[in-house]
Structures are given as structure tokens and as C-alpha cells.
């Protein structure tokens, strides 16, 4: 017994060193798209009130023009909008610290990844931003975001393997150009909006090949109940911090909004009390064949960003007049 321990052990130690050195040695992708997390910290710390800040996921980073709705209601924008499988429990706890007195926080929470799902990340997406931001926070998890990072190692050390086979070719970051679309931090401007997709044709979002009849089906939405406790807590948390918070609909396509149905969402709120969107769910629904990859997706091409933001710019404008921040 005392032998097979120690094997154990020794193998144990064997796996963590190979790891580490897989994680670590292989210098990380400096373009990766989760890099793009250190660059809404920096805007978000330098940005001059008076601000808007967008926290959502990447419903907010594709479909969002920040110049497009600031120029409309005279305040700084700020989108840190990013990735769902990150989870809003990870980046809610995080962006705290940098709300200031009067601010104007708008939170568009993932209905599937948030609100069905728990908000606590998922496990390729977490692992990927440990590595992208240097642990940041690593120390201040809970225990499902570990549990996601421990089970996303072995499957980054075989990216990182594969990375290293073809450094010689394609070195060791994702190049800025590419023929097709690829999820970069360089893709992103200086308020923090995905905008290298707003120039694929318009078109993309009508050339398809999969039939749209598989996303029919209608999944009422798994509402988990502790997640809902902890957006309570955190908009309490916020609203201490600064002016006023709101609660926004995710952006969605009109097949995933109906695949995905908020109204359970919408009933949490009712049952729990003190918890309301700003607007009603079908109000931040827009046409599938604005879609820039494929029908049904909630990424939208240009033209559905400047209509997305046009409408974002007219709920924040009525909103802050009627709480007369204006």
C-alpha cells in the first residue's frame, strides 16, 4: 500500500510538472480574443465620467456602436461586453471596484449561460482567461469557476501542443489579418467593440446552407434560482456605488429569443421581487437575416449594430430623462 502511494504520488507530480510546463512554458497567444479582457480593465480605469458602462457578454461586444450611442446622449460609453462562458458572477465581482459615483450601469446578463446555467463560466472559456489575464482573481473563485478551470487544463495543453508544432509557420499569436472572420483582441476598438466583423457583407447573414428548422423548437428557460439571489445582491452592491443601475435584455435574433424564451426569467423576477429588465424582452429582439455567420445567430453585421445601437441609444436617452441625469 505504502509503495502504491508513493507511485502515485510520484505520478501525480509527473502530470502537474508536464502541465504547468504545457500552461506556462509555451508563451501564450497575445491576440487571443480573452486578451481583450486586460484592455476593457484599462478603459474602464481611464475612462472620464460622466460614462455609460455595458457589462454583458458577447451579445453586447458584437452588437454594440459606443461612438454611435455617446454621440446621441453625451455621455463616455463604455462596452465590456466580451464572452458569455465567462460567467456575469466572474465579471460582476470584478468590475466593482472600478464603479465610480455616477456612473450609469447597464447589465444585460446572458439568458442561457447566466440565468439557466448558474453564471459561473464555462470550462474551456474560464481556463482560456486565467491564461490570457495571468490568473487574475484566480484566488477569489468559487468553487464551480475552479471546477471549470481544472477540467479546461488538459484540453488548453493540447492546443498549446498543437500551437507549438506550428509556431515556425504562423508564430505564436493570431495574426490581425485574416481572409475570414477569427475571434481576436485586435478586433476590438478603443471602447471596447468587437468591429472587425462590421464589415462582412450584409448578405452573410442570408447565405446559408443549414436548414433554420432545427432551432424551432421552443426551450423555455431553466431559470437557476441562486443565480437570481446573487444578481439581487450585486445590483444592492452596485447601486451603493453608484447612480443608478438597470437590468437590460440580452440582444437577441428572432429564432434564438424564441428557441430560448426569457419569460421564465421574467416570472423569477416577479417572485423574488425588487428585479425588473428595463424594457421588455421582445423589445431587444432583431431580425435573423441580420445575422452576420449564420441564420438565427445573435452576432449582428453592420447594419444590425447601427440599428441595435440606435435603439439602446433611445431607451438609455428616455430613461436618463425621466431620472433627469441629463
Known amino acids: 500500500m505504502k509503495l502504491f502511494l508513493i507511485k502515485l504520488i510520484t505520478i501525480s507530480i509527473l502530470i ?15 491576440n487571443a480574443y480573452l486578451c481583450e479582457y486586460n484592455k476593457k480593465i484599462d478603459i474602464i480605469k481611464h475612462t472620464p465620467s ?20 455617446a454621440d446621441s446622449i453625451g455621455y463616455n460609453v463604455i462596452n465590456m461586453g466580451l464572452h458569455a ?3 456575469a458572477k466572474y465579471y460582476l465581482n470584478d468590475y466593482i471596484q472600478y464603479i465610480k459615483k455616477g456612473d450609469i450601469v447597464v447589465i444585460s446578463p446572458s439568458y442561457y449561460a447566466d440565468f439557466s ?15 490570457s489575464t495571468g490568473c487574475r482573481n484566480l484566488f477569489k473563485l468559487n468553487f464551480y469557476q ?12 493540447f ?18 489579418e485574416n481572409e475570414e472572420f477569427k475571434y481576436t483582441a485586435s478586433g476590438f476598438n478603443k471602447y471596447g467593440d468587437e468591429q472587425s466583423h462590421w464589415s462582412i457583407p450584409y448578405r452573410k447573414g442570408l447565405d446559408i446552407k443549414k436548414s433554420p428548422q432545427r432551432w424551432l423548437s421552443i426551450d423555455t428557460i431553466y431559470v437557476d434560482r441562486s443565480f437570481v439571489s446573487f444578481l439581487r445582491k450585486t445590483l444592492e452592491i452596485y447601486s451603493k456605488k453608484t447612480t443608478y443601475v438597470f437590468l437590460m435584455p440580452e440582444i437577441r435574433s428572432e429564432l434564438l429569443y424564441k428557441k430560448y424564451n426569457p419569460s421564465t426569467i ?61
Open 16 to 30: 502537474s510538472i508536464v502541465f504547468s510546463l504545457l500552461l506556462f512554458a509555451i508563451p501564450k497567444d497575445n
Open 50 to 69: 460622466p460614462r455609460v458602462i455595458l457589462i454583458g457578454a458577447s451579445t453586447l461586444a458584437f452588437n454594440i456602436d459606443s461612438k454611435q450611442i
Open 85 to 87: 462562458g465567462i460567467g
Open 117 to 131: 446555467l448558474g453564471g459561473n463560466g464555462t470550462t474551456e472559456t474560464m481556463i482560456d482567461l486565467m491564461v
Open 146 to 157: 475552479y471546477k471549470h478551470i481544472i477540467e479546461g487544463i488538459p484540453f488548453f495543453c
Open 159 to 176: 492546443r498549446n501542443i498543437v500551437r507549438f508544432q506550428e509556431s515556425s509557420k504562423k508564430g505564436w499569436n493570431t495574426p490581425s
Open 266 to 326: 421574467v416570472n423569477a423576477f416577479n417572485e423574488v421581487g425588487g428585479l425588473r429588465f428595463l424594457v421588455p424582452p421582445d423589445e431587444m429582439v432583431f431580425p435573423d437575416s441580420l445575422g452576420y455567420d449564420e441564420w438565427g445567430s445573435s452576432h449582428f453585421c453592420r447594419k444590425g449594430v447601427t440599428l441595435i445601437s440606435d435603439k439602446y441609444s433611445h431607451v438609455l436617452y428616455e430613461c436618463m430623462d425621466s431620472l433627469r441625469v441629463r
